[in-house]
């Protein structure tokens, strides 16, 4: 039996030790890729403190939600890919799925999409998981219009900064609240950046709605961020949250008879359903990007399997700027 190289953790809070493990072959409707780079998202490191019952990955683990790398074998029946396609997307990591974090995964060829031409394997490797959860919010739940007013809360994080893109690309007034020290990059994304320190959200609601609220908020914080979204939103609008796990109280949204939406992004992978959906979305994506209207921000520092937890401390900290991407091959 042939071998590759995975870091695994064997263990809650556990190390990553690089181990052999069995080579994976495609099974039907499979494709095998050779992993090029890994996307760090904060889920993984909360997969890893086992602090993350929802995504149901028992231990030892192979990590890694995203991945971008090049198709080396094709299953019986795949029909969308050939061997040296390049090729990216939200495929493992979650619900017992092997994930990125390995030389090779095989992947159900739902999930996946060809790279876009315009960016390279590592920055492509940091984009299907906050993609896809920024579009599942403003396009499947919402419906973002061309001239509606979005309000993005955390719009500099992974989630908030494609939030703003594609709001910008759809022809929505997209509004940015984040801290100062973003506020040139979202004005360069083409927002109106809004710093939570010094603008509260009665201020801003006033300012920049004439005190009506806003058509659309995408809540990427939670717990207070949300509350925040309900204040918020104007009267018949709509507020999307991918972190909307708390309890809250719904008056302020009710008063408005505004509408509320989640957005849970691991349902195809752990259920199987909508698999399909996830690798549409992923072609949205690849025609957005290589057409310049969306590009990821990527911390420009580099890891590797074996320096995988030093990605992880730096997300753990808070000290990342921008995407963290692991490079495998």
């Not at 890994?38 to 683990?61: C, E, M, Q, Y």
């Not at 739940?141 to 703003?164: D, F, M, P, T, Y």
């Not at 359903?273 to 549409?280: A, K, L, N, S, V």
Request: glycine residues 12%; negative net charge.
């Amino acid at each position: 039996m042939s071998m590759m190289k995975a870091a695994v953790v064997e263990a809650a809070n556990g190390p990553f030790v690089i181990a052999d493990i069995p080579h994976p072959r495609p099974v039907r409707g499979q494709v095998l890729v050779r992993v090029s780079a890994s996307g760090v998202n904060p889920l993984d490191t909360k997969i890893r403190a086992g602090a993350a019952a929802h995504a149901k990955h028992a231990f030892p683990a192979i990590l890694g939600i995203d991945l971008a790398g090049v198709v080396t074998e094709v299953g019986e029946g795949v029909t969308r890919f050939s061997t040296g396609d390049e090729v990216y997307g939200m495929t493992g990591g979650v619900g017992g799925n092997q994930g990125s974090l390995a030389e090779y995964v095989s992947v159900d060829e739902r999930l996946l999409a060809l790279k876009p031409s315009n960016l390279t394997m590592r920055d492509a490797a940091a984009l299907p998981l906050i993609f896809i959860t920024a579009w599942e919010g403003l396009v499947d739940r919402v419906n973002l219009q061309a001239g509606q007013s979005l309000l993005v809360l955390g719009a500099g994080g992974g989630v908030g900064h494609i939030a703003v893109q594609i709001g910008v690309a759809l022809g929505a007034k997209v509004y940015a609240v984040d801290s100062a020290t973003k506020a040139d990059y979202l004005n360069g994304l083409g927002a109106t950046p809004i710093d939570y320190a010094s603008d509260g959200v009665d201020s801003y609601v006033a300012k920049h709605s004439a005190g009506k609220g806003f058509d659309v908020v995408y809540d990427t914080v939670g717990g207070a961020g949300l509350d925040t979204a309900f204040k918020a939103v104007g009267r018949f609008g709509h507020v999307v949250s991918c972190l909307g796990w708390g309890t809250h109280a719904l008056a302020p949204l009710s008063f408005k008879s505004a509408t509320y939406s989640g957005v849970f992004t691991l349902i195809p992978l752990l259920t199987g359903e909508g698999r399909e959906h996830h690798g549409d979305i992923m072609r949205e994506a690849t025609k957005l990007v290589e057409a310049g209207n969306v590009s990821p921000r990527v911390d420009p520092r580099k890891f590797t399997l074996a320096t995988a937890s030093d990605a992880h401390e730096l997300l753990e900290t808070h000290k990342a700027n921008g995407k963290l991407v692991i490079e495998v091959h």
